[in-house]
């Protein structure tokens, strides 16, 4: 059997997938194989997964949810998804303070390729990762807490280091947001960008760089007719205009948990397009926003014949070495393409030249063609903790300069 990733748009090429039952028999895995990378819901749209050695897939190891409530931090198990987490933490009180736009994504690959939510005081989820537990390179377990030397550059690490199994997550009080679209947010209203994305706990552009339509996610009620010279939606929206709105979660301003609003999709539907699409994002420090939005949308016409949608986002700085974040607010815009990779990378390189003076880093498990140089000191980490390159892949070696 053939084994790609989500879109289908990449075969993966281990010799053998492994789902262990058990912390003892992924050691002795590990310890036993000369190439192993691990797998988590393959929704990456590149290498960054890839070996030719053992895969390890960890869906069938032990459920660990471990909620401390005096810490306001939760231990779950590396391949659980936020799906099955989020109601659980909710039950107890607590909730994450982000999450991604799809909920079906495990945990530590979500972490690890620096996948993100939105909002302007939001961080990244790796941003919220306080501990976590591995399996190095000879099989033994390692673990690493915020404030390690180690640890800014272990969280964000493409799997580089070893095969995560758990991961600390920080809490805060389970809350409530409301979901809103608004329609007709005119190229004009660019001039307004900050206070927009400023205007909900969570905001996004959804734009074909012609329309424009708005998700914003607040507590409060949105009660202005004329927000920024938008119409509210007389219906719910899904962020493709033609596809029905059944996946989504609950909008028309309808109060309702945080796992039930933070995310665009919900877990109990296919995610997203079902795969029919390639995916890349850029992240660009959030001073540069408005200047490479305009420049994008001159070049729409462009754009659009290999664009499904494309989503702007705004993310809070993090220390993480490997993080698109580090050290900076950011805007991150985002591509669903079209499912064809020829009339994509010709776009694509369109948008990775016109936004080049604007310091973009790509997201780690989309496409992109512009590596960003690694850092010195991850470099130093990766030849550390992984002398033989057990870990490593093609993506790996490309990033790391081997």
Known sequence: MTLTNWAGNTTFHAEDVHHPASLD?????????????????????????????????????????????????????????????????????????????????????????????????????????????????DGSTLSLSRGDADFPGAVVSLGALGIVTSLTLDLVPAFELRQYVREGLSADALADFDAIMSSGYSVSLFTDYRDTRVWVKREEELTDPDWYGTTPADRPRHPLPDMPADSCTVQMGVPGPWFERLPHFRPDFPPSGAGDELQSELLLPREHAVKALRELFAIGDRIRPALQISEVRSIAADDLWLSPFHGRDSVGIHFTWVRDVPTVMPVLRLVEETLAPYEPLPHWGKLFTRWPACPDRFRALVRRFDPEGKFGGDFTRILLGE
């Open 25 to 137: 028999e992924l050691r002795r895995l590990v310890a036993g194989s000369a190439r192993v990378r691990a797998l988590g819901s393959a929704h990456s749209f590149n290498h960054v997964a890839d070996t030719t050695g053992d895969l390890v897939v960890l869906d069938r190891m032990p459920d660990l949810v471990e909620i401390d409530s005096a810490a306001g931090t939760v231990r779950a198990g590396a391949g659980m998804t936020y799906a099955r987490l989020a109601p659980l933490l909710h039950q107890a009180g607590f909730a994450l303070a982000n999450m991604a736009s799809l909920p079906h994504i495990s945990i530590a690959g979500s972490v690890a390729t620096g996948t993100h939510g939105s909002g302007d005081a939001v961080r990244s989820l790796a941003a919220a990762v306080s501990g976590l537990d591995l399996v190095t390179a």
